[in-house]
């Protein structure tokens, strides 16, 4: 049954009541174009993830990590594809525009994927530090979301993220009982995935933020980051590595740690296509979707 609302005040009672929004209702201009534009990023987000795995899948050490990179692979691909037919659904671009603008560099996708994994080393610390990232966020907005197709294909991502987690955490833990060049080569990647996985969350959230104030998001940036520290410095530094954040210290009288200033630069660079592998990455995911158009026009033919 079709819903509608007589203005943007009732629409957010409607919200703040805990109502779920389904994609025949008659939904607020503004609250469709802010839910598309973050499913949008995230289901880019997803597929660039899921290319960075494909192309590891050979070189990944014994077929015991092959295997694991095949399956991360098809997972995150297949959330990309499961989140672009919810975009869909909002009937604001199709699945295919959706694709070219992200191919032609017009539309964004998390700041993690404008870099690039140069060592095995780094694809254990995005499965390690950037996956839980990921997850911390994905739980906080399936927690309270309002939009109800997006809550619900959550359920089976968040599922399927938690064993990309566990995968990163039995690397990890391999790796700190390796040899001393595992462990430096480790110590390296830290120090270049610590800071961009941190910058996942993104800055403080603004005080009128629509994400929250509708229920898209669930929780501020700065305690899912906060959460995210919590967690993952006492880990390292249990597993005998060091943080790359000389401002960090523990907090004793509060019970917590405190880190140092965040540069955003970096992050602000890649939302405007300017990361460190930002050009490779479009190209190379641009390329990959024209080689397999054969699949997509057989695909067709079969279905008629």
Avoid at 236 to 246: E, N, V
């Amino acid at each position: 049954m079709k819903r509608s609302w007589a203005s943007l005040e009732e629409f957010e009672q409607f919200l703040d009541n805990g109502g779920i929004v389904e994609p025949v209702d008659d939904m607020p201009r503004e609250y469709r174009q802010a839910v598309f534009d973050f499913i949008e990023m995230h289901a880019n987000s997803e597929l660039m993830g899921g290319l960075t795995e494909r192309d590891w899948i050979p070189k990944a050490p014994g077929l015991r990590h092959k295997m694991s990179v095949i399956a991360k692979t098809q997972d995150e691909i297949g959330h990309a594809h499961l989140l672009y037919m919810v975009a869909a659904d909002l009937k604001i671009k199709t699945r295919e525009e959706m694709m070219q603008d992200l191919f032609a560099g017009k539309s964004k996708f998390h700041n993690v994927f404008h870099y690039r994994a140069k060592t095995w080393g780094d694809q254990v610390a995005i499965a390690f530090l950037v996956d839980a990232a990921a997850l911390v966020s994905q739980q906080a907005v399936f927690k309270n979301c309002s939009y109800g197709p997006y809550k619900r294909i959550l359920r089976r991502i968040i599922a399927e993220e938690g064993f990309h987690l566990r995968f990163g955490e039995e690397s990890v833990l391999r790796i700190a009982e390796g040899t001393e060049v595992q462990r430096s080569m480790f110590q390296e990647s830290i120090n270049d995935w610590w800071w961009p996985a941190l910058q996942l969350f993104g800055p403080d959230s603004k005080p009128n933020d629509l994400l929250l104030r509708w229920h898209i998001k669930s929780e501020r940036n700065e305690i899912l980051r906060d959460r995210w520290i919590q967690k993952f410095v006492p880990l390292l530094q249990g597993y005998g590595f060091t943080i790359p954040d000389s401002g960090l210290r523990r907090n004793e009288e509060k019970d917590r740690w405190e880190i140092g200033p965040i540069d955003w630069e970096p992050l602000k660079q890649t939302m405007v296509m300017g990361g460190p592998d930002s050009a490779r990455r479009i190209s190379e995911a641009s390329d990959s979707w024209d080689k397999t158009g054969w699949v997509r026009e057989a695909l067709e033919k079969v279905s008629v």
